[in-house]
Every structure is written in C-alpha cells, then in structure tokens.
C-alpha cells in the first residue's frame, strides 16, 4: 500500500485566497483525521471521520475551515478566505477498526501552508 | 478530558548510549492505547512503538522499548544504542480504546544524538 497521501506538500498562497489540501486515506481504513501543527500550539486535532461521516469537528477553529468525506477513499480541508495565521503543517491521517495494526494512525508526509 | 505531558522539551545523548523519554498522562478510561511517534526533520510522522493498557508486558521494538507503569500514568521511552539517525521530535500519544476517537499527543521532546 502506498500508504496515506496528500497533496500538495507545499502550498503558497495569498491572504484571502482559497486554499484546498486533499488527502487519500489507506485502502480499507474507516477513521480519517486532520491535524494542524504549529510550533506554538503543537498538534491539534481540527475534525475526524468515521465510514466517511464527521465525528467531531470541535477542533475546526472557525467557518473559514471546511472538511469533506465524499467517499472512502479521498477527504478535502478547505481554508476560505486564508490568513497568515493559517501557515502550519496540516496533516492526514487514517486507520482501522480492529485487524492488525487496529488503533495506530498511519499519517500522511503532510501539507506545509504558507499564507502571505 | 484526557491529557499528555511531555515535560522534557530537548534531550541530548551520546551515540551508542542509552536515553530515556518521560511521558505521564491522564485518564479516567480503563481501555487505552499510548503511542510514541518519532518525526525526523523531513516532518513525516513515523511510529516508534504501541502499548495497549491490558497488556501488563511492557512492548519492545528493537532498540526501542516502553516502561509501562499504569498506576501511576507513566509511559517513558527507551533507546538503546543511540545512532544518529535517532536524531528526531518524539511525541507520547493517547487513544481511548475501541478504535474511538482521535489521538492525543503530548508537545514533544527533541532528542539530538551526539556522535
């Protein structure tokens, strides 16, 4: 398995544009996660699925942020308008319920964001 | 709410030595999976090692190995025989048991390796 992908590794853009970091989960994984990493607040859960439906998304910071599960195998962060204070590393995770290697989190090479 | 504390911001061993890595966390929860991930400067999150919380055997992974102390909430990390390619952020992380919820990390320990 070519284990979780996202893209693009790097993204530049403008204040006020919109921004929109895609992710393909592990092939039979049912839990996908987004995480957001910054050097002061660490890693932050922003919203996890289950079987494609938003569990919790408590730690999405404002209605600028959206998240999508169409299907099983592909999420979208969406960050509209962008900030500066939205740079971070964001990352995609994913994994499964029960079978070997149940519970551990497989993560993506992650997203860096560059907002100017 | 569940808590993980990394309280050693940056550690500093010798090559072929041995380090330890603190963690303590807190839960109420009686089924739970702690977690040490290891993220090298390429930012890739890899993981080092799991321990499930039943498991009263502390888990071994090469080099690497875990003190589990359940009691007291305390899950550190060892390794052996430092290389320098152990040079790396490690993270302590928290999972409530049956597959449920997100994963919890502390903030980190930098570990550099001298040679």
């Known amino acids: 398995d070519a284990g979780v992908i996202q893209s693009p590794r790097h993204e530049v853009t403008e204040m006020g544009q919109e921004v929109t970091l895609r992710c393909k989960p592990i092939s039979g994984h049912d839990y996908l996660f987004w995480y957001r990493q910054t050097m002061m607040r660490g890693l932050e859960l922003l919203i996890y699925f289950n079987n494609n439906v938003p569990i919790d998304d408590s730690g999405m910071p404002e209605d600028r942020f959206s998240a999508k599960m169409p299907n099983a195998s592909f999420s979208t962060l969406k960050i509209q308008p962008s900030e500066p204070r939205d740079s971070a590393v964001y990352f995609c995770a994913s994994s499964r319920t029960g079978g070997s290697g149940a519970n551990v989190l497989t993560f993506g090479a992650g997203s860096r964001l560059t907002v100017l | 709410a569940q808590t993980v504390t990394q309280s050693q911001p940056e550690m500093s061993v010798q090559e072929a030595e041995t380090v330890t890595l603190s963690c303590t966390y807190d839960t109420s929860e009686s089924d739970y999976y702690l977690f040490w991930y290891k993220q090298p400067p390429s930012r890739q999150m890899i993981l080092v090692i799991r321990q499930e919380a039943y498991k009263q055997q502390n888990a071994t992974e090469n080099r690497f190995s875990v003190n589990f102390q359940k009691a007291a909430k305390s899950f550190s990390l060892k390794i052996s025989d430092s290389q320098l390619g152990d040079a790396a952020m490690y993270f302590c992380?928290?999972?409530?048991?049956?597959?449920?919820?997100?994963?919890?990390f502390g903030k980190g320990t930098k570990l550099s390796v001298k040679p």
């Open positions: 992380a928290y999972r409530r048991g049956g597959s449920q919820g997100n994963l919890i």
